[in-house]
């Protein structure tokens, strides 16, 4: 079956500019969470969807935000970027919230902020 | 905020020494879950404990859920060049908050 896809793969962005990824979780899962990895700071938390609602949201600034589409798929924004924004971010999916089966991560998409 | 903390961050080894992660958290956990990180990659997800003192195998992995559901740990028995990566343990606390991970052990092996 087709695992969690992300796009884009890359992107590079301007300081002030904003930017929207994707993420389509595995066919039937109805979770999708968002971390962000920078070297050091491992995975960073973002945001939890699930059945369309933010069931979580990590300790970002407002300029990050999300959504989930009745098809399970999820967006997230960032606005205003900063350099400070660049990093790995990764989607994970799962059929719920603390599913035993784990979560299933996208390769992810490697922001870079110049 | 809940935290999960991981030691060692990374570890050096010679292939075929046994190799071992802990993990804490702040928080009593409802349950934990083991990845691991190749590499270039993403992390993969490798197994959940969810009872207090659970100790589940794979193969050549030992992963044990403390009494108090509040620290964890991972061992490697022999370790091999494939076992090379990041080990990170993740969280939920009993409040149902989101997956939070521990900032991983990073293990490198030398043959």
């Known amino acids: 079956k087709a695992g969690v896809t992300q796009t884009p793969r890359y992107l590079i962005k301007t300081r002030g500019q904003q930017v929207t990824l994707s993420c389509s979780p595995i066919?039937?899962?109805?979770?999708v969470s968002w971390y962000q990895q920078t070297p050091g700071q491992g995975l960073q938390f973002l945001f939890e969807y699930f059945s369309e609602t933010q069931r979580n949201k990590g300790n970002f600034p407002g300029r990050f935000s999300g959504r989930q589409f009745s098809n399970s798929r999820s967006e997230m924004n960032v606005s205003t970027l900063e350099l400070g924004d660049s990093a790995l971010y990764l989607c994970?999916?799962?059929?719920?919230?603390?599913?035993?089966?784990?979560?299933?991560f996208g390769s992810g998409t490697r922001l870079t902020v110049v | 905020g809940q935290q999960v903390m991981q030691i060692p961050q990374y570890q050096h080894v010679q292939e075929g020494e046994d190799f071992t992660t802990y993990c804490n958290s702040s928080t009593t956990l409802s349950n934990i879950q083991w990845y691991k990180q190749r590499p270039g990659g993403h992390p993969v997800f490798l197994i959940q404990l969810v009872k207090s003192g659970e100790v589940k195998k794979q193969k050549r992995l030992t992963f044990q859920f403390g009494e108090a559901k509040k620290n964890s740990s991972l061992h490697i028995t022999a370790t091999q060049t494939t076992d090379v990566g990041t080990y990170f343990c993740a969280g939920t606390n009993q409040a149902g908050t989101a997956l939070i991970f521990g900032k991983g052990t990073t293990l490198s092996v030398s043959s």
């Open positions: 066919s039937g899962h109805r979770s």
């Open positions: 994970a999916s799962s059929f719920s919230p603390g599913d035993s089966y784990g979560y299933t």
